[in-house]
Nanobody, 123 residues
Framework: VQLVESGGGLVQAGGSLRLSCTAS????????MGWFRQAPGKEREFVARITWSGTITTYADSVKGRFTISRDNAKNMVYLQMNSLRPEDTAVYYC?????????????????WGQGTQVTVSS
């Protein structure tokens, strides 16, 4: 599965962005998905995950209440709505496919990483 992220950009603190993730040549509807991010000089970290049906979502404590993960299987898309953005949210954001048949937030259990999309939040 080749994933493509989009929707990043430069936004002021308090603003919003919606990131999108799709796959070229492959349906995502069978896969649980996750969003991760990597800030300069830091390790990649979990942001949010969603089951294949979209009925169960989980968030990192740092984004809970501000970010919303969702999906539209008919459009082959996964989204990350980011509100009340903070400068510490600045990072490259990646979507990924869960490779294992159980709920997880571990980076090692996700794969098919795309190129990522840059999100920069100015103060």
């Amino acid at each position: 599965v080749q994933l493509v992220e989009s929707g990043g950009g430069l936004v002021q603190a308090g603003g919003s962005l919606r990131l999108s993730c799709t796959a070229s040549g492959r349906t995502l509807r069978s896969y649980a998905m996750g969003w991760f991010r990597q800030a300069p000089g830091k390790e990649r970290e979990f942001v949010a995950r969603i089951t294949w049906s979209g009925t169960i979502t989980t968030y990192a404590d740092s984004v809970k209440g501000r970010f919303t993960i969702s999906r539209d299987n008919a459009k082959n898309m996964v989204y990350l709505q980011m509100n009340s953005l903070r400068p510490e949210d600045t990072a490259v954001y990646y979507c990924a496919v869960r490779k294992v048949p159980y709920a997880t937030m571990s980076i090692e259990d996700f794969g098919s990483w795309g190129q990522g999309t840059q999100v920069t939040v100015s103060s």
